[in-house]
Nanobody
Framework: QVQLVESGGGLVQPGGSLRLSCAAA????????MAWYRQAPGKQRELVAL???????NHVDSVKGRFTISRDATKNTLNLQMTSLKPEDTAAYYC????????WGQGTQVTVSL
């Protein structure tokens, strides 16, 4: 059974950093294209970064240069290193495939505020 469990969120000041992790069970992270999404209150869930099975990455313009998606095959986790955080990055963050193949996890809340 596939399960995705996100962690690492929290409250951080503008300009701060956080590292999110998504622990996967039931499949190998490195065998699939994977993505990080976020959903701010009142907004649709949006994809912010993806990594292909071959290791190619892409990030949406709003986070490019500040966020970095990566994976750890040994731990079977998907990661998102976030730096230079802005208030507009405040959202619940989730992982899934780019086609949203799996049931969503509970997400991890990131709040950027003074």
């Amino acid at each position: 059974q596939v399960q995705l469990v996100e962690s690492g969120g929290g409250l951080v000041q503008p300009g701060g950093s956080l590292r999110l992790s998504c622990a996967a069970a039931g499949f190998a992270i490195s065998s699939r294209n994977m993505a990080w999404y976020r959903q701010a209150p009142g907004k649709q869930r949006e994809l912010v970064a993806l990594i292909t099975a071959s290791g190619l990455t892409n990030h949406v313009d709003s986070v490019k240069g500040r966020f970095t998606i990566s994976r750890d095959a040994t731990k079977n986790t998907l990661n998102l290193q976030m730096t230079s955080l802005k208030p507009e990055d405040t959202a619940a963050y989730y992982c899934n495939t780019p086609t949203r193949s799996f049931d969503w996890g509970q997400g991890t809340q990131v709040t950027v505020s003074l």
